[in-house]
């Protein structure tokens, strides 16, 4: 008789080869983990775009997207940065009240935004209890994406961080209830490296990319974020070939109903 643990081993297994096989299918093309396909901001004739960036915390937009947020904007995109946390937890000990941890942290927030060049962005500081798996905050959530048809970046389906799966969910859940929002998703890395499908060369950018990370004086505090980001940045441009290339970002790029498909047999299944 099988034991329960090799059971469970068995079943686990065969989930993974399932979304190993979801993800396949869906990337359609065996060589673009390898050599994903490289974003073009400078193509003569391209539209303006409409973009918005999800981060669940003051610095995931940077770490993640930071390099791409400033070619968009280069390029006369819209592009509004929504954050989602109070970011009071992102601080520990000291003397500092709630609200004064809450106003440095957006502080720091602000003046990363103006390095990037961002002119409009939210906090909407939702406190811990928020994000928890139970809570969805339904018609608050859809109004705020509903008018952006084009981009919408936020942390990858993939990432190990519980916020930042929260916010996924939240977005598989709209999507799936406002069939008329279907933009164009594109997951960023920050806590985990991603099976890449688009890559944005930031080697241009990325002097303005360090100086926004350095904004986040109380997380490098406590974590040589510039450092890692850096080598992940400096890694991924490795993916564009040739030695001309120094930095890039990373993502895995969706059409909102292959996102869903994946999302759900991830996240809510």
């Not at 994903?36 to 400078?42: A, I, K, S, T, Y």
């Not at 994406?145 to 977005?171: A, G, M, Q, T």
């Amino acid at each position: 008789m099988i034991g329960i643990r090799a059971l469970l081993e068995y079943l686990s297994l065969r989930k993974l080869k399932l979304r190993a096989g979801q993800i396949a299918s869906l990337l359609r093309d065996p060589h673009v983990t390898v050599y994903p396909r490289v974003l073009e901001f400078d193509t003569p004739r391209r539209a303006k775009q409409d973009v918005l960036v999800l981060t669940p915390h003051a610095d995931d937009e940077t770490f993640g997207a930071g390099g791409t947020i400033i070619r968009h904007l280069e390029c006369g995109d819209d592009v509004q940065v929504i954050l989602f946390s109070d970011n009071v937890s992102s601080v520990e000990g000291g003397e500092s009240s709630r609200e004064e941890i809450v106003r440095m942290r957006e502080d720091e927030f602000a003046c990363a935004m103006r390095v990037l060049g961002v002119r409009h962005w939210k906090a909407l500081r939702l406190g811990n209890r928020s994000f928890d798996d139970g809570v969805y905050p339904g018609h608050a959530f859809s109004d705020l994406i509903e008018n952006h048809r084009d981009v919408l970046y936020l942390p990858s389906l993939f990432d190990n961080h519980h916020d930042h799966r929260v916010l996924n969910v939240w977005l598989l859940r709209t999507l799936a209830e406002h069939i008329a929002m279907r933009p164009l998703i594109r997951g960023y890395e920050v806590w985990s490296p991603l099976p890449a499908t688009v890559v944005t060369d930031i080697s241009n950018q990325m002097p303005r990319k360090r100086e926004a990370m350095r904004c986040y004086h109380s997380q490098i505090a406590a974590i040589d974020y510039p450092h890692h980001i850096e080598g992940l940045n400096a890694y991924r441009a490795m993916t564009l070939g040739g030695r001309s290339a120094r930095h890039a970002e990373a993502f895995f790029e969706f059409s909102a109903d292959a996102y869903l498909e994946l999302g759900n047999s991830l996240l809510v299944s």
